[in-house]
Structure formats: C-alpha cells, structure tokens
C-alpha cells in the first residue's frame, strides 16, 4: 500500500509535467484493512482517490496573471479534462466569506459555475469552507470583518447560518458537493481567539493568557458542530462527508491529541484530512504512512491528503515560508484524497 503513496506523489511528474498548477493532492484511506488476498488487494485500490485544488480556475483574472493555455498530446484542452483523463477524479474549490481581503477572489459566487463542471463531469466536489473573508490557516484564522462584534453564541449561530445557505446555494445551483470541509488547517482552532486553541509544546501562535484548555476546547467543538449542522440540515436527504483539516499529516501523536479531543465532544466527521508539506519540515512519507495507519487503527475513518507540495525543479532548496531561498522554478502543490 505504502508504493501506491509513492507513485501517487510522483504522478506530479512524470504523467502531468505539463501542468503547472496551484494544485493539491489527495488520498482517501480505507479506515480498516481486515481481509487479505487478491480480492481484498483490489478492494483497496478502489478507494485510493486522485484529485487536485482548482480554486485557481475560479479566481477573476488569477491572481494578476494571464491565462495559460495547455495542451496534451500536441492538442489544446482545459485543465480539468486532462486531469480527468489522467484519472485524477475529485476537485476541491475553497470558499472564502464576500467580500474577499488579502486573498484570491474565491467567493461562493465565483465558485459555483466552477462546482457546475465538476459535477457535469461526473467528478467527486470537496468543497473548503474558510469561515473566513481571507486566508485561514495554522498562522491566520481570523474572524469575518462583520462578525467581529459578536459575542460568542452569536458566532456559533452565524457559523451555522453560513454553512447552511453556502450548501442552499451550492444545491439549488445543482452543484452539491460531495465531501465539505468544515475549516481550513484548524489544528489551532477557528475564528481566533474565539475558539482557539493551544496546541502541546507550541511556542507560536498561541491564544491570549490566561488560557483555560477546557473553555477553548468547548467553544472550538461548539463551533465545529454548528457548521456541522448547517451543512447538514441544507443537504436534506442528499448524503455528504464531512472532513476536518488539520495540517500535521505526518505527525501522529499532534493528530492523536487533536481528534481525542474531537472524539470525546461527539463531533460527528466522516474524513480526517491533513496537510502534508515535507519542505515546510511536515516529515517524511515514512511519518505520513505511520500518521494513516494509526488513524485508521483509533478512528477508523477515511484519511485524506488534501494538500501537499515540492520544488517544481526538486528538493535542493526549500521554502520561502521557512526563511530560506525560493527553488529554481517555484512550486508546485497538489493532493491526494
């Protein structure tokens, strides 16, 4: 099973070294592995799902950029469709709350013509709820400019609203996904410092003193289950997943303290989805493959990569983000469900 990650991870690029997308790659997990032989083999390899991040493909203007034209086989086609034709299945649109700051314009409105052809396509949509109106991740998960002035069981109904009309409008449009987000890379918790939280040994981007684990833990599980519900109550009878984000893919004793907690407030997910960036000092496939297994042994849920990424040109050089010199020929990310 570990040489199926492998060969995933190079897909990248020795099948599609044409593309060069902000794109994330994803790999969904059976939760157990009971049965051997070959039916069992083939059984498994039925749930390995490949996909990519394609918010870019609804951003206006793509962040300043001009489009790019790709092609296959000397023939010209969109992104997507050689994606699909290289079995890469599942996309994955983020949504961020109207109007957009410091980020690109991934509105619900940009986004739904986009859900449109994913779903025309046959293909699997995950969609990223930030709750957020610009970027949400370990270092940002800041609260909506207008909701700043709620106290906190008014943020937990907002939540809920949000959530709720976003799945409406994505319905109603004829472009329901199928897996949902509820938070983006939330390991510290959403909508800080409402529901942040502190994660064991951390030294940066902690909650104000004084800090009370059990409070903050509450409110972040409270907030959890009220986007939760709003997803749910605006699916009716069409069925979704719900996955939870958090950016420590090759790190099992973080995710195990994470998802303990989660477990123990009855928060009802479906997928665990992490990140997994081996430049950023994520870890190795060998702490990934050991995170998977572990998951599956204690939760026994699917486990989802859902972004990643390496030097377009190798692993020479490292990341901007830690302080040190860009790769000769930027980056490229992309994920495995």
Request: hydrophobic letters at 40%; a positive charge; one cysteine or more.
């Amino acid at each position: 099973m570990q040489n199926h990650i492998r060969k995933a991870m190079a897909l990248r690029f020795n099948r599609l070294g044409i593309l060069i997308l902000p794109l994330v790659t994803g790999l969904l997990l059976p939760a157990c592995r009971t049965t051997t032989g070959p039916a069992a083999d083939a059984t498994q390899r039925s749930r390995f799902v490949l996909g990519a991040d394609i918010s870019a493909l609804d951003a206006s203007g793509r962040g300043g950029r001009t489009n790019r034209v790709y092609q296959e086989n000397g023939k010209t086609n969109d992104e997507m469709t050689i994606l699909m034709n290289h079995s890469w299945t599942a996309f994955r649109l983020r949504v961020f709350i109207s109007p957009v700051r410091k980020a690109p314009h991934n509105t619900l409105e940009a986004a739904i013509p986009l859900a449109r052809r994913i779903k025309a396509a046959g293909g699997i949509l995950l969609l990223d709820i930030m709750f957020s109106d610009t970027w949400a991740d370990p270092q940002h998960q800041n609260i909506h400019s207008a909701w700043t002035n709620l106290d906190f069981d008014g943020l937990e109904k907002q939540v809920e609203t949000y959530a709720h009309d976003t799945i409406k409008q994505l319905k109603d449009a004829g472009a329901m996904p199928d897996w949902v987000q509820v938070g983006n890379e939330i390991i510290r918790g959403t909508l800080w410092p409402m529901a942040q939280v502190k994660v064991p040994g951390s030294t940066q981007y902690n909650p104000p003193e004084p800090y009370d684990d059990v409070k903050q833990w509450d409110r972040l599980t409270r907030i959890l289950k009220a986007g939760i519900r709003g997803v749910k109550s605006a699916s009716g009878n069409t069925p979704l997943r719900i996955a939870i984000h958090i950016d420590k893919g090759a790190n099992w004793q973080v995710t195990k303290w994470y998802f303990d907690h989660l477990n123990d407030a009855h928060v009802e997910y479906d997928i665990i989805a992490q990140s997994f960036y081996p430049e950023w000092n994520h870890g190795t496939l060998e702490q990934l493959w050991e995170n998977i297994n572990q998951c599956a042994q204690r939760y026994h849920k699917d486990f989802l990569v859902v972004e990643s990424g390496y030097g377009v040109r190798g692993l020479k050089t490292t990341n901007p983000c830690c302080g040190r010199k860009r790769p000769k020929g930027g980056y490229s990310s992309w994920w495995i469900l």
